[in-house]
């Protein structure tokens, strides 16, 4: 009888012990998205990030960026170069600022191809342009990824007439940018090579 007491004490102080240290993981990730949000509130952007996917978002930040002339434009893995290149021309935008990247082959590396060279720019924030649709997964990998590099972000979110994407998607590319932030592995195969 004894031996059956002591061993569901000892059950219920791990799983006691379990609970304290998910609720500390929670708590510790909480207080890490709350202070990346009070840093990006109160730090100007440096940059432009525009998530390819949809071409109404590099048109959407072609006009967007003509109120910013001094910031550099990065556009990961858009529409073809000489769209691109022709949608900003035509908003008056110089080519020089214009940086087209096409390594990204979905969301998560829209973000992990990038974030290295930013950060070698001395960028630590930028505006994030993608579709509102889209805009809770992109904030999500953002702030996991350009976070782990310091860098903040302004969400800018463009119009698109579409409900916004399921949870299940802005949770399944979150673990993957943990995933990244933990190995350099993007698990980019989990998305089937697409731009999402």
Known sequence: MWLRINSNTQHYQRL?????????????MACWFGYQQVKSEFQRPQALLVLGGATEREVFAAKFARDYPELPIWVSSG???????WVFSE????S?????????????TNFTTLVDELKAQGIESVYLI???????????IGEIVLGSRGISFKPVAVPSGRTPEPVQKAVR???RAILWLTT??????????RIE
């Open 16 to 28: 006691n012990t379990s609970r304290s240290f998910w609720f500390l993981v929670g708590l510790l």
């Open 79 to 85: 529409s073809n170069p000489e769209f691109a290149e």
């Open 173 to 175: 590319d979150g673990a």
């Open 96 to 108: 020089d600022r214009l940086h087209l990247d096409y390594r990204a082959v979905d969301t998560v």
């Open 91 to 94: 908003a008056g935008i110089e």
């Open 184 to 193: 350099g592995y993007t698990g980019a195969n989990f998305s089937q090579g």
């Open 130 to 140: 993608t579709s509102d649709d889209h805009m809770r997964r992109a904030q999500i």
